[in-house]
């Protein structure tokens, strides 16, 4: 096991509360229902310019490649192609709207979660997207077995942030920021949120937010720590164990 690490954590040994993100963090969103997403929005946009199905899959890589991951590609291709602005909704619907029943944890992520209860700490979730969406990714990820304090997800629809939540957590907890862990893979969506708290910032190299930021990291403020996969965590929750790159 690797830690990255960017800095120097102060008071690390006083770590009450983790904050988790949930996609591309606790499970691979990107290789199963991103790519899932793509491929069904494909077969509505080959009906639409016309195009072949997996031309309409690689139009859609390189929009994102071109725009990045927090654009909504699908208005770029209704634009680009003098499409009516009504496709925008159907296209994200056709992205978002698949069947989940798949999707599995990471390897080690229950473990990981049940020795960090046992050592104390206090596990919070925090997700964004569509509630009912966030809600069933949950449920079928067996999330909600009593392995967090508290889960939150931030309705992107009605406006709310994880930004929101974090100062909640904070509040409902009674911690300081300098005593929380947060977790994820997006620098630009938590990771920015929580360090501007002062929170203790932690990224997951994984999915294609990490990627993204990987071209652009000198844009960004840097994570406090990195880890290729969640269990990874106790190397920054146990100081000892921690490599220094």
Not at 27 to 47: E, F, P, W
Not at 64 to 83: C, D, F, M, Q, R
Request: glycine share 6%; with cysteine; net charge neutral.
């Amino acid at each position: 096991m690797r830690v990255k690490h960017s800095g120097i954590m102060q008071n690390s040994q006083n770590i009450k509360a983790v904050i988790l993100d949930l996609d591309d963090t606790l499970y691979d969103c990107s290789g199963t229902l991103v790519l899932q997403g793509r491929k069904h929005a494909a077969k509505m946009i080959a009906g639409l310019i016309p195009c072949s199905e997996e031309d309409a899959y690689h139009l859609q890589l390189e929009m994102e490649e071109k725009y990045g991951t927090t654009v909504n590609i699908y208005e770029k291709i209704v634009t680009a192609h003098h499409l009516p602005n009504t496709c925008i909704k159907e296209l994200w619907d056709a992205f978002i709207h698949i069947d989940i029943t798949g999707i599995t944890l990471f390897p080690g992520v229950i473990e990981t979660l049940k020795q960090l209860r046992v050592q104390g700490y206090k596990l919070i979730l925090v997700t964004s997207g569509e509630k009912e969406i966030q809600n069933r990714k949950i449920r079928v990820l067996g999330l909600r077995n009593g392995y967090f304090d508290d889960i939150f997800i931030a309705d992107r629809v009605n406006g709310q942030t994880k930004n929101d939540y974090f100062k909640e957590v904070i509040q409902r907890y009674n911690v300081k920021p300098e005593e929380i862990i947060c977790v994820g893979d997006k620098i630009d969506d938590e990771l920015i949120a929580s360090k501007s708290l002062g929170m203790i910032t932690v990224m997951v190299e994984q999915g294609r937010h990490y990627r993204a930021y990987l071209k652009e990291r000198d844009k960004y403020i840097k994570p406090d720590y990195s880890v290729k996969q969640f269990k990874d965590i106790f190397g920054i929750t146990n100081v000892g164990s921690l490599v220094m790159s």
